[in-house]
């Protein structure tokens, strides 16, 4: 599975973006995907998740109920929407496919993913 992420930009705290992340390669419909984010000098970590059928999500604390994520598996695409956007947003965002048909407990474990994209920046000015 190769990942490609996009719709990334500079933004104004309480703005919104989407971002996207195109699949290619088979059988995209069956991995769970996850969204993580890497600022600056720091560590990355985990923002969203989707199951393959969307019928589970996960949030970070720190979206929760700003970020939705949500996959069009017939168009080979997870979104990320992302509202009322924050400084502290600031980022390089990352797109995942993990690596188990079902997430585990593990799934805001990074080193729980097996295919990664190349990173969209995402600005977020006060």
């Known amino acids: 599975v190769q990942l490609q992420a996009s719709g990334g930009g500079l933004v104004q705290a309480g703005g919104s973006l989407r971002l996207s992340c195109a699949a290619s390669?088979?059988?995209?419909?069956?991995?769970?995907m996850g969204w993580f984010r890497q600022a600056p000098g720091k560590e990355r970590t985990f923002v969203a998740a989707i199951s393959w059928r969307a019928d589970r999500t996960y949030y970070g604390d720190s979206v929760k109920g700003r970020f939705t994520v949500s996959r069009d598996n017939a168009q080979n695409t997870v979104f990320l929407q992302m509202n009322s956007l924050r400084p502290e947003d600031t980022a390089v965002y990352f797109c995942a496919a993990y690596a188990k048909s079902f997430f585990t407990y593990n799934y805001a474990k990074d080193y729980e993913y097996a295919y990664w994209g190349q990173g969209t920046q995402v600005t977020v000015s006060s």
């Open positions: 390669g088979r059988a995209f419909g069956s991995y769970p």
